[in-house]
């Protein structure tokens, strides 16, 4: 599939597949996917008694399995699924299978460009992680909680590396969990340890832990921080710096700590979603400044507006803008950027997306079960049976459009102008 | 009058716990608490109080202990909390066991009591903070301190695999296509209206309550999804552990996984006390005035589908049957009348425990008691005779029990009391009378 810039942005209406009603032979056909380039439709088919496989456009993978679940696209287009034959499961990439049957395996991940596809891994009830089929050398009681380095060069899990009898507090308290990098185990144990993390180039890992039962805190490449909270969110690495920064809890306010120490005074009611711009000069969060009043936050700034209910930071690549969507308890979601919310509320919506330049907005969003797509917060001309996120092309004057309407699959490059 | 300290059992996690503690750090932590987690409510609380001791028959066991004043509530309250508040924490280590197992297993926090009082004390508030303290300082019966262990490892109470949840799923859609050939169990459907979540007994040893569940969904025509990640468990025994800060993880964990799958809302199962979890305690620690994804009980959702007509039996359940009123849905969430409409359309006769809906005795078993495991199985039988003496007179064999706690503490209670009755949730009987496909 490539760049961005290698798909067909021609400006125009394109039918992929005139009729998505179930091909001849099919039993069912679940709920579909596409690609990213907007190019390929697919979902899980059931071709016989027992047998499943994925249409693809109008053509049918030639391989069948018992069963099979999570399809994704990879970036680089490929459709992976998890699929199961003589009982076994197995990783499947556009209907080629990749490594070994296995007792089980879930999670697909993949690297940025998506030439490397991880899944968590079991055998002989034995877990670990799975990197193209390719399996860790040393497995473990249980492995949760994944990691992937965006080369795709290494892999992580929290594992358990020491037993523990049934009901067994001591064994808990002292500690039985830590992280797996690659499925070597790093030597420290940790009462728990959630959330860990990859830096950008790969080479360091940071997680959430709690060394005592009391003692949360945030270690790194296996060295817990000297400071310790009554509770800790996921931490992220600063690009600029390579320092750590974490949500803290300190009595009873949230705040920021960065390498264990305060960044930001502890004086919010929530703090989550941490991201630093490109540059590591701006930190963004979601933050509650009273309660059931929440907003998102750049380097302990707080937006003046306030909702009950707050997720899916968005910020532009340039760092400097960042979307949001609010909503009162998952009713009338509005999109909100830069802090002011669009017109218009919504049953549902999804993750903002911003164009490259940083200066376009745009967003998937249902009302009264139609789909639409909007940028800067004007909808497209018409809305849809259902619809995919948008997809800006590389200069931010065009957006793709991959939508259902009439029982067709249809592929739109929309100009923004045009918005 | 019986004394607390006349009853003590033996149990591994208090007694570790106590065994570690000085007067010193019971103090500190008292203090600490006392001044940083509360407030004025409990100060309010503990000042209005007068001792007139009309909370007592509101709890059972007071109830099945012929009137011993040990176990009123606001007996509970002046040997725990007030004691701590008025001693400032000076109390010995043994103090603190007897505490304990008066918190963790002698008080249900069903807020029955609160019905009673006529200041309307909370009791149930002033013994979960008792919990609290408890927690802090590390003295926490071992079983619910297992539970809540496994909670905070793989985010359910079972310590159910991440696997094992995915696998449990698809064997049971398996199941289910012999009845329902074009049965679906779908997993993270993004979009989907209805996200279904569960506690971890479902997948560890009630399969066929998401068999059940499947089987209505699919005849319901809902448009629904499971997730495939942790977060699919609503259930909390941190929150009755007194470990807030992984009850909040546990909610975070279920609010976003239902976020990331944009569904419109939660329906949970049969469960009572996951319900005060996300409405109540869990959505609040994180700073929610409300549930940020709304969450419906199963006793909603049903009431739902019948009155859109979209559950149809063959015919009505032909035996008499009583309904169990669990404390977290009907004094927590006023569904009496929902469960009633519910049962009466899919049963020929209902008889009524006396007294019922929001006065309804607790079954004995929630509040994590019966998660305290089975050295204290036996509190929870002599102090529920009450519950026995209550089923008994209804006459019937059949309960009505939408909830997995109360099912546990009900079926103990009958047999011990050999009551030949049968506990029943709401979907085995649904499912039982439910139109389904000739295959």
């Known amino acids: ?419 | 009058m019986s004394h607390i300290a006349d009853r003590i059992i033996s149990d591994v996690g208090l007694e570790s716990g106590v065994a570690a503690l000085t007067t010193e750090k019971i103090e500190k932590v008292v203090t600490r608490m006392l001044k940083g987690e509360t407030g004025a409510k409990l100060r309010a609380y503990k000042e209005t109080c007068m001792r007139c001791g009309l909370c007592s028959q509101g709890c059972h066991y007071y109830m099945s202990h012929d009137a011993d004043p040990s176990y009123s509530p606001v007996n509970k309250a002046t040997e725990t909390m007030y004691e701590l508040m008025d001693k400032k924490g000076k109390v010995s280590p043994q103090r603190i066991y007897e505490m304990a197992q008066m918190a963790y297993t002698e008080c249900n926090l069903c807020k029955r009591c609160a019905h009673y009082c006529p200041i309307g004390i909370d009791t149930g508030y002033i013994m979960s903070q008792v919990r609290r303290i408890c927690y802090l300082l590390d003295v926490v019966p071992q079983y619910i301190r297992d539970t809540a262990h496994s909670h905070a490892s793989t985010m359910n109470q079972m310590w159910v695999k991440d696997d094992e949840w995915i696998d449990s799923l698809q064997w049971q859609e398996d199941e289910a296509r012999d009845e329902f050939p074009d049965l679906r169990i779908p997993l993270d459907k993004e979009g989907a209206d209805i996200y279904y979540s569960v506690i971890a007994p479902e997948p560890k040893f009630r399969t066929q309550l998401i068999y059940q569940a499947a089987a209505i969904m699919n005849a319901a025509g809902v448009d629904w999804t499971m997730p495939s990640h942790p977060g699919w468990d609503n259930s909390d025994m941190c929150m009755f552990v007194g470990d807030y800060e992984n009850m909040g993880r546990l909610k975070r964990a279920h609010y976003e996984s239902a976020q990331k799958l944009r569904v419109k809302r939660i329906v949970m199962g049969e469960c009572g006390h996951a319900f005060r979890s996300v409405y109540d305690m869990g959505n609040r620690w994180l700073g929610h005035k409300a549930m940020p994804v709304p969450v419906i009980h199963a006793i909603d959702f049903y009431w739902e589908l019948i009155n859109e007509g979209k559950i149809k039996i063959t015919h009505q359940y032909e035996n008499p049957v009583t309904i169990q009123d669990p404390c977290n849905i009907i004094r927590g969430r006023g569904l009496m009348d929902k469960l009633r409409d519910v049962v009466h359309f899919l049963c020929k006769e209902v008889v009524e425990m006396t007294p019922n809906r929001e006065h309804n005795y607790c079954c004995c078993a929630g509040g994590g008691v019966i998660n305290c495991g089975p050295p204290f199985k036996n509190t929870r039988m002599t102090g529920n005779r009450v519950k026995a003496e209550q089923l008994k007179a209804t006459g019937v064999h059949d309960v009505v029990i939408p909830c997995h706690n109360c099912h546990g503490g009900i079926e103990d209670i009958i047999g011990y009391y050999d009551l030949k009755m049968h506990g029943k949730f709401i979907s085995d009987i649904i499912y039982e009378l439910m139109e389904k496909p000739e295959v």
């Open chain 1, 1 to 419: 599939m490539g760049k961005i810039s290698s798909w067909d942005w021609e400006p125009g209406q394109k039918t992929v597949v005139k009729s998505l009603s179930p091909l001849e032979g099919h039993e069912w056909q679940e709920e579909p996917y596409v690609s990213p380039d907007g190019e390929t439709i697919v979902a899980i088919v059931k071709v016989g008694d027992g047998e499943f496989s994925v249409r693809t456009n109008d053509s049918v993978w030639d391989a069948t399995f018992e069963k099979i679940w999570y399809p994704k696209f990879s970036p680089d287009g490929r459709l992976a699924a998890i699929c199961q034959q003589d009982m076994e499961w197995v990783l499947v990439a556009d209907g080629e299978t990749m490594g070994e049957t296995t007792d089980y395996i879930w999670d697909t991940m993949f690297s940025e460009d998506g030439s490397s596809i991880a899944t968590m891994y079991k055998s002989m009830e034995r877990y670990g992680m799975s990197v193209n089929g390719e399996p860790w050398e040393n497995l473990y009681e249980n492995a949760t909680m994944p990691a992937f380095t965006k080369d795709g060069a290494h892999t992580a899990a929290v594992v358990q590396a020491e037993s523990m009898a049934a009901a067994d507090l001591d064994g808990f308290k002292r500690g039985a969990y830590t992280v797996a990098v690659d499925g070597e185990a790093w030597k420290g144990r940790y009462v728990n340890i959630w959330n860990p993390v990859f830096n950008d180039a790969g080479d360091s890992l940071a997680a959430t832990c709690r060394t005592t039962v009391y003692a949360h805190t945030i270690v790194v490449d296996d060295k817990p921080w000297d400071e310790t909270y009554t509770q800790v969110w996921e931490p992220v690495f600063c690009p600029k710096d390579g320092g750590v920064v974490a949500p803290v809890r300190v009595a009873g306010k949230w705040g920021v700590a960065k390498d264990g120490k305060i960044l930001w005074e502890p004086r919010y009611v929530q703090c989550f979603y941490l991201q630093y711009s490109p540059s590591g000069e701006d930190l963004w969060a979601v933050v509650a400044t009273s309660y059931g009043q929440f907003t998102a936050c750049v380097n302990n700034a707080a937006w003046n507006e306030t909702w009950p209910t707050v997720s899916d930071l968005v910020v532009s690549p340039d760092g400097q803008r960042a979307a949001i969507l609010a909503s009162n308890c998952n009713e009338d979601f509005r999109i909100v950027v830069d802090g002011t919310p669009w017109s218009g509320t919504y049953d549902m919506a999804w993750p903002a997306v911003f164009s490259a330049d940083s200066k376009n907005v745009a967003a998937k969003v249902e009302k009264n079960g139609r789909f639409r797509i909007l940028v800067n917060g004007k909808s497209f001309e018409r809305d849809f049976d259902a619809v995919w996120p948008p997809i800006f092309n590389e200069d931010g004057t065009k957006v793709l459009i991959r939508a259902i309407e009439n029982n067709s699959y249809v592929r739109i490059v929309a100009e923004v102008c045009n918005f």
